[in-house]
């Protein structure tokens, strides 16, 4: 006699739930007996979680906080409350994040009271400074955020963001949750705190180091140093282009900041820096043109020296260093040129003195790297600008910090896999801004990634699909359709499987996008180009649905989520909106979300499509809709 399905061991059941593609099965089998429901609460959710978005790091509540660095594995949840709740919980928004990626469902704004925070600078001032004539541009936004855990549920969260305005620093802290009902209220002027339209609490705070002068003293480089803790300060690491390189620590409440910690640098001007956040934490400083400097990351030190210098460059090789990241916790790696060999790979060792460079990655510019033949012979390098680890998953076999991406001057972003003999063994380009220099990187998970163009404010999304990478297909969700899957029976026999055109389009169909991020709604007062690079990307943790780009004098906040969505990420408040009125007010309630045009990554004609009004959502027809997308998005030509 056959055992039923509530008579089968635990073993068995975890081996049935991960076969299951959707959480609604998962939630309908959870219906079929008490024993089988008791489990899927209890292990069947956090099973589903791990085994679909194995890229996603979910820390420990109090313990831990959400880690960003790619070498980290999952954790087990939080150890308090409900934790078969905080699983529910964590397959709802990560299915619905996925969702609103695979139907391009966004809303975007400029963020930050500029008003207020430039009073602020001023008042932060040992003096008001003589008035000057206007700089030639705006200021370069250096972006870094982090978000940790600060309750039982998956909706307790704590998220930081801050970056240098010029000479100033701005950060903002938002508490989400039912903690965000305990944070005591503080009394300060205008839009500088408060509640948003989701309950959560918010307060910004600014930082005017006294003696800096805009210009000479913008901050170059910036990286937060992320803590569990709801307590009043941060701590976070800040180069500056007169060659300063210290450790500040600043309060949310009293908006004092205060210097625990300098890096000797010997008046080099810093160019870049990255952190590797482990069990000793280390500094990577790039100091003028060429050298690379390791420092232990020690607040108690008010001097601290470098424990390792090395140059990147040989004796009379000219070109300078552009980018530097933590691959992993012993190995860095450096971008620079124009060179033939812009990408450098050193390891720490271990007394953390650097080590001399075990390998440099050949690139020449427009040549892709990844084939058979000798490597390019080129005359013409390239320089790096951009570098980005992608994170490791057991499923795609290798070590931590083998994978990683550069963006280059020559528009190209490479994917490069050191266990390849190759320099790198993807491209990835845009085929109509094709050549705009790839200032920034953001890998999201091992399904895409975000670049930063290097003109008129494009941010572009590629579909990266890496092994072990997109294993959730929201298209499961939904019926077939009419048409058979004719592609896959001429030309891909061993895919069959599929059954339609459409389920094998969200499948296999691979076609990214770009949006503009320059919009009329310029919220900060200041001019900005509308030919701004998107200098920096920067997103709080895997989980979360929230995205930074900077572009000259501005910060975006670019949030997944779809405003029709019912039942959006929990995150977000659940009040289903039924008017436009209701939509203004839970999504945009003082007017500041933008309507940003994008198009998809095709060879032949390009459609701009553009979204509409957060009001008039679901007012147009359906054929002014584009079919698989987010309710926001018409096609210019078909509306009237």
Known sequence: MQP??????????????TQIKTARTLSHLSLTCKRVHAFIENDGFRIFVQSRF????????????????????IEDGPQEQNPSSFWRDAAHGLTTLSRNWDRKAFIASSIGPYPDIREEFRRQRTHIPPRKPAQSMGFVP?????????????????EVVAWGAGAGLVMRVKIMGDKAKDTRQISRRKEMEGLDQHGHKYVWTTFHEKGASEGRDDIISLNLLS?????????????????ALAQIDLSSTT????????????GRPVKSSATSLTVKPLLASCLSDSTIAIYPISPSNSEVAPIGEISAFSPGQSGRIWSSSFLRQDRLAVGLGPAHEPIHLYTIGRGEIIKKSIRTLRIAAGDDGASDQTPSTSKTGTSVYSLAPVSHTSLAGGAEGDVFLSGAYDGFTRLHDLRSPYSNIATFRDPVDTYSPIYSLLPIGRERFAAGSGRHSIMKIFDLRMPGGKLYHAADLDPCSDSRNRVTEQHHPKKRHVCCDYHYDSEYRRRGWNVFLSSDRNRNGRRRAPDSPVYSLSRPSQCSPTL???????VVQFDVVSIMDPNPDPIFKKELAKTEQDLKLKWDPKGHIAC???YEHNDGPVDLIKQQEVKDTGNWPARNGVKGWDERFFQFRNRN
């Open 4 to 17: 039923t399905l509530a008579e089968l061991p635990p073993e068995l059941l975890a081996q049935i739930v």
């Open 54 to 73: 194995p890229t996603v790091r979910v820390s420990r509540c109090h313990t831990q906080a959400a880690s960003k660095d790619a070498s980290h594995p």
């Open 142 to 158: 250096v972006i870094d955020s982090y978000e940790s855990w600060n309750g039982g549920d998956w909706s307790s969260r704590k």
């Open 227 to 243: 803590q569990d803790s709801l307590g009043d300060s941060e701590q976070m690491i800040v180069g500056r282009a007169s060659g």
């Open 255 to 266: 908006s004092q900041g205060q210097i625990v910690a300098s890096y000797a640098t010997a």
């Open 548 to 554: 930074f780009a900077g572009i000259e004098s501005t």
């Open 596 to 598: 940003l045009p994008l």
